[in-house]
């Protein structure tokens, strides 16, 4: 009895959070779905600076871009790479959005990249659409102004999405996480201190590609190619069954970079036709439901025990108390 | 009068908090207090396994350790030199805590620092308490139970306490953030490449051990201490003026340890006799108490709301809704 009453109270939320979308007309959407770069980059700026309601106003997406995540240290080649494969694609008549993640240093908020060349062919084409660095002092904030920021290029259409990431550790995981296929840039040669650190990023990549394989560093990089294919053999296999490939690239002679592409479509076809693209999806969509309500939980929360937590502080900085104490009391009596 | 009805509502919540502490007695709590290491061991494992509602039952901390943080990343030398310092430290007659932050890797689950010798001499001094490794999937998880281990560790008298972490990035910003006085170690000659990766790092450390200064690589360490003073000079100044020092260490050799010890010693003095061991202290227990009050909040709202959470997912995953209107809903309707 008590059970069916839960059911039909669930089928009952379910059949509002269909009506539930807010379908007031934003001129904003309406412009970024018809392709207008300029109003894309407004609605990116919008989420970046803590404006998201509006997102709810986007149906359920029904075109699916491919998205690719791009790491690598900062000198390991992204962006030349991303120019190149950006360029082979647009060539092809597709629609490429690149974005980079890219979190300010704990310290001088400033950005760990520096100053670059930022794929100045490729922002130039119409087919392109370049969004140099997100901005933010959390990893956290970084990462959901990213992932709305893709939600808005493939409610724009767009065919490919890119994401850049410099390689730190955990921005790294938040992309992996939002993206279908990820692809790690190594330099050969760059010493085996860097392996320990690369280990954990190996082990969620979907690719690899040795940069820089040109001139006098051609044969370095093949031989890296033939020990990273080694080497991730010693990984646990993924449950899909497909293995990491590993190639070899120049994109200032511009080798590879059509393998790369082929690599990249075959990963995605294998996963794709397994139906685990977009079980994959489902997955992160489920993931940032809960991320959302955690957020706005928390802000309900604060702005519900104001006094109660300035309370606590109070306690806390005059000793009178201790956190464990202060945040059971405040839970208990909120 | 509005204001004035505020205040009297904080005083009284003070006034609450002071007499909030749960007091019931806790054997534990008593025997780690005492001394007893396998009791600290026991009160660890409990908080690594999720129960930490006790811990409310310590008093406002009365005695402060020195917390040290220690960074490297693996084969820098971390194990080798805690236990030459924490063997220094002992022979002096203090007593000396070692926890490990080691956040499992995110596909395997396993240890990304694999087998090594422990610090047997250590683990085995009648001052000394080892704790080799905390468990865990998230690093969020890793980072609260070695803080609630450093209070344990505080909670038995231990006169300084060393955290361990691999430099993976993230994990250092955390531990930075539970120590008085934070250690990075390099190896001489690691490659260009790294430094990228250790930029974040450096900006957060108080001062840099160049390890394995001995035999060949005296000269080139000797050589890298230059390079590093050099090279933090050119990062922001700190608020309280003290530079990062750096020094060349041997633990094999032995050499070194006694003046790595004279320069945190000096560093903690420095700070400690500006009050800003102490404030920084008041700072994290205000971030702690603000990181409870998040969690627990977030747990009773998924209890409370269990039928519109599962109504939403099966709208999410049936395409009926987005993520975005999803939440919306139920925080609007909770």
């Known amino acids: 009895m008590k059970e069916s009453s839960a059911d039909n109270s669930k089928q009952r939320a379910i059949d509002q959070l269909k009506k539930a979308r807010n379908t007031g007309d934003d001129g904003l959407l309406l412009a970024i779905a018809s392709g207008n770069r300029s109003a894309l980059a407004q609605g990116i700026t919008r989420v970046e600076?803590?404006?998201?309601?509006?997102?709810?106003?986007?149906?359920?997406?029904?075109?699916?871009?491919?998205?690719?995540?791009?790491?690598?240290?900062?000198?390991?080649?992204?962006?030349?790479?991303?120019?190149?494969?950006?360029?082979?694609?647009?060539?092809?008549?597709?629609?490429?959005?690149?974005l980079a993640?890219?979190?300010?240093?704990?310290?001088?908020?400033?950005?760990?990249?520096?100053?670059?060349?930022?794929?100045?062919?490729?922002?130039?084409?119409?087919?392109?659409?370049?969004?140099?660095?997100s901005n933010g002092t959390t990893l956290g904030g970084v990462t959901k102004s990213t992932r709305e920021a893709m939600h808005l290029c493939e409610h724009a259409g767009y065919d490919i999405i890119i994401i850049e990431t410099v390689g730190v550790g955990q921005s790294e995981i938040a992309v992996r996480a939002m993206c279908d296929?990820?692809?790690?840039?190594?330099?050969?040669?760059?010493?085996?201190?860097?392996?320990?650190?690369?280990?954990?990023?190996?082990?969620?990549?979907?690719?690899?590609?040795?940069?820089?394989?040109?001139?006098?560093?051609?044969?370095?990089?093949?031989?890296?190619?033939?020990?990273?294919?080694?080497?991730?053999?010693?990984?646990?296999?993924?449950?899909?069954?497909?293995?990491?490939?590993?190639i070899a690239i120049s994109a200032q002679e511009n080798r590879g970079i059509d393998t790369l592409w082929q690599m990249i479509q075959h990963a995605y076809s294998y996963l794709d036709d397994r139906g685990l693209v977009e079980q994959n999806r489902q997955t992160q969509y489920l993931s940032w439901l809960h991320e959302m309500i955690r957020e706005q939980t928390v802000a309900q929360f604060y702005l519900n025990n104001k006094t109660a937590i300035e309370a606590a502080e109070i306690s806390i900085k005059s000793k009178q108390s201790t956190p464990y104490v202060a945040a059971n009391y405040i839970l208990k009596n909120s």
Chains 1, 2 share one sequence.
């Open 101 to 133: 993640i890219d979190p300010a240093s704990p310290v001088s908020k400033g950005s760990i990249l520096g100053d670059k060349t930022r794929m100045e062919r490729l922002s130039m084409h119409e087919r392109a659409f370049v969004r140099p660095s």
């Open 181 to 246: 296929y990820f692809l790690l840039l190594l330099l050969a040669g760059a010493g085996d201190q860097l392996q320990g650190i690369k280990r954990g990023i190996m082990e969620i990549c979907d690719g690899i590609a040795i940069t820089k394989a040109d001139g006098e560093n051609t044969s370095n990089a093949q031989n890296a190619v033939g020990e990273f294919t080694t080497a991730l053999h010693y990984f646990p296999a993924r449950d899909h069954g497909l293995m990491p490939q590993v």
């Open 49 to 98: 600076t803590g404006h998201s309601d509006w997102l709810s106003q986007m149906p359920p997406t029904s075109k699916k871009s491919i998205r690719i995540g791009i790491s690598g240290v900062p000198g390991a080649g992204k962006s030349t790479l991303i120019e190149s494969l950006g360029m082979l694609l647009v060539d092809q008549g597709m629609r490429v959005a690149v």
